[in-house]
């Protein structure tokens, strides 16, 4: 039987060691090679194209923008995250990039197994720890289309990338407009065509577009809790 390849991104060793282990254990799947940076991982799916990349974005030597350019290069591999939990931020902004399924790091074993199978069915899957993160914080997961990263330049005013900076760095409107010197109304406005200009319909779609253009560092975020 031919047996479904994985890549495991991840800079921890003792990291690469656990999948490893699990997925031995499992019929059907192979260890397709092991990357512990974004250098390794794009070489290694350009050779064995895979079925699925295990991924943890937030270790050393990987970050959103890997998740972003993985599923942009080869949109037909699946995604799975594997991170220690993280703030509402860093999850819608990993499921927007492209995350097809996301659990935790301290997951037991025969959920990681069945996050491994559902994945590489097609489905989404995402352990109980993470799903409760979901529901707290009121992340619509059915909202979350996946950013289109064309090349097209994007118009926005000087004014705009101003307000769609601090929006992404978590400032409210009122917050804005006190940075800004402007009333209430017109950062609303701004918001408003900032969505429109890039297509987006919330917060975390003006957040990825800031982190992929550079305007704000992903660090400003991820890491928040």
Same mark, same amino acid.
Do not use: W
């Given at each position: ?95 927007? #990039? +492209? *995350?097809?399924? /996301?659990?935790? !790091? $301290? ?37 979350l289309d996946v950013v ?49 200009k890039l297509g987006v319909?919330?917060? #975390? +779609? *003006?957040?990825? /577009?800031?982190? !992929? $253009? ?12």
């Open positions: 039987m031919l047996k479904k390849s994985i890549i495991i991104a991840d800079s921890s060793t003792i990291g690469r060691i656990g999948l490893n282990a699990i997925i031995n254990t499992m019929d059907g799947f192979d260890v397709a090679g092991e990357a512990e940076n974004n250098e390794d991982v794009f070489a290694l799916i350009e050779k064995n194209i895979p079925h699925i990349v295990i991924i943890d974005f937030l270790s050393d030597g990987f970050d959103i923008e890997t998740v972003v350019r993985i599923r942009r290069s080869f949109p037909k591999v699946k995604l799975l995250a594997i991170t220690p939990l993280q703030s509402g931020a860093t999850l819608t902004s990993a499921l927007r #990039a +492209g *995350i097809d399924s /996301y659990i935790k !790091k $301290s997951c037991d074993i025969p959920e990681v197994i069945d996050a491994i199978e559902k994945t590489s069915e097609g489905d989404s899957f995402y352990c109980g720890k993470i799903l409760k993160k979901i529901r707290k914080e009121s992340i619509d997961i059915t909202d289109d990263y064309s090349c097209e330049a994007i118009g926005l005013s000087k004014r705009e990338k101003e307000v769609l900076g601090l929006i992404a760095e978590g400032h409210t409107n009122a917050k804005i407009a006190e940075l800004l010197f402007l009333s209430s109304h017109t950062v609303t406005t701004h918001r408003k065509n900032i969505m429109q319909r919330n917060t #975390a +779609g *003006i957040v990825m /577009y800031a982190v !992929k $253009s550079g305007i704000v560092s992903p660090n400003r975020f991820l890491f928040s809790n």
